[in-house]
């Protein structure tokens, strides 16, 4: 996968607890991944049809990245 590129936003209250519930029964996943997952899983299903987005897709639900 290409360098990693930083980003903030800002997510509602309740989406954010959900993502530390997430993290905490998940120990393998960190926020990073978790993000990087959905984004390029949204990417894909809304018209991204660059390879690239797959790739990375994959990677990061394998925890090869």
Not at 13 to 40: C, F, G, I, M, N
Request: proline share 5%; hydrophobic share 35%; net charge negative.
């Amino acid at each position: 996968m290409n360098a990693p590129n930083s980003i903030f936003t800002e997510i509602p209250e309740t989406l954010h607890d959900s993502l530390k519930s997430y993290l905490e029964s998940h120990p393998d996943w960190d926020q990073t991944r978790v993000l990087t997952a959905a984004l390029s899983l949204f990417l894909l299903q809304n018209g991204d049809s660059d390879r690239s987005c797959a790739r990375v897709y994959l990677e990061t639900l394998f925890h090869q990245y």
